[in-house]
């Protein structure tokens, strides 16, 4: 059981450096890496229906989060993006979270702007920091 766990965190430590940012670790990757070792040892025991399932689950997560991650969440591209935050193809996180902060101090409601305009960039911002940004 004991090895069963430290797999599961090195699962999820990998997950998260692969990803990049630990902000974007989700309960539901941490429930798909320890569906995915479940699964394993299920088959290693002779139980392959629940074993597929089991793997099945964990790999419908690693889809469902490919597609519906980063920019995809927003529907917003991310040329769309760049091109609301004016913000350049090579551009670091610091440098499209500076572009956010002078717009969005422009933009926002509470001087008068508009709350649509306001999602959108921030919309932007997390679209393109999802993406693979120079830190």
């Known amino acids: 059981m004991m ?22 670790l989700r ?6 890496v320890v569906a ?8 290693s025991r002779g139980e392959a ?5 089991a ?7 690693l889809w469902f989060r490919k597609r519906g991650g980063g920019a995809a969440e927003s ?3 991310t040329d769309r993006a760049r091109a609301l935050l004016d913000v350049g193809r090579g551009a670091s996180a610091e440098e499209i979270r ?9 933009v926002h409601p509470d001087v008068g702007g508009s709350a649509h305009l ?7 911002r997390d679209a393109l920091l999802a993406t693979d940004v120079k830190r």
């Open 118 to 124: 306001a999602t959108e960039i921030n919309q932007a």
């Open 3 to 24: 090895g069963l766990l430290l797999l599961a965190a090195a699962g999820i430590a990998y997950w998260a450096w692969k990803t990049r940012d630990w902000k974007t």
């Open 98 to 106: 500076a572009a956010h902060r002078r717009l969005i101090q422009r």
């Open 49 to 53: 229906l629940p074993a597929l399932v």
């Open 55 to 61: 793997i099945g689950g964990a790999g419908w997560w």
């Open 27 to 32: 309960f539901g990757d941490v429930a798909a």
């Open 36 to 43: 995915a070792l479940i699964g394993m040892r299920l088959f």
């Open 75 to 77: 529907g917003m591209s």
